[in-house]
Nanobody
Framework: QVQLVESGGGLVQAGGSLRLSCAAS????????KGWFRQAPGKEREFVAA????????YYKDSVKGRFTVSRDNAKNTVYLQMNNLKPEDTAVYYC?????????????????WGQGTQVTVSS
């Protein structure tokens, strides 16, 4: 059984920063790609960022490029999402996800495990 636990969410003013963490426990997923998704009220869950097994490849939703950075520490089984210059439209529940494949993916269905989510609220 694999568990993903996100942390680091909260309330921040526009222009502020947050760093989300996602720790994996149980069967190790250090060989798999990881992703971050988000879901705002009344909207579908959407892709935000992804990182390959080694961290050598990353991919971002256009609207977060230059503001968000995804990284990972395989020794700690943890993936991070550094979010800078936050905007009110970034408000959502953020989920981390893990897949057994080594390449990153933007598709929800490609991910095998999901965390419970952490709320990020950006006030204007």
């Amino acid at each position: 059984q694999v568990q993903l636990v996100e942390s680091g969410g909260g309330l921040v003013q526009a222009g502020g920063s947050l760093r989300l963490s996602c720790a994996a426990s149980g069967r190790t997923l250090s060989n798999g790609a990881k992703g971050w998704f988000r879901q705002a009220p009344g909207k579908e869950r959407e892709f935000v960022a992804a990182i390959s097994r080694t961290g050598g490849s990353t991919y971002y939703k256009d609207s977060v490029k230059g503001r968000f950075t995804v990284s990972r520490d395989n020794a700690k089984n943890t993936v991070y999402l550094q979010m800078n210059n936050l905007k009110p439209e970034d408000t959502a529940v953020y989920y981390c996800a893990a897949r057994t494949g080594t390449r990153y993916s933007t598709a929800l269905n490609d991910y095998d495990y999901w965390g419970q989510g952490t709320q990020v609220t950006v006030s204007s």
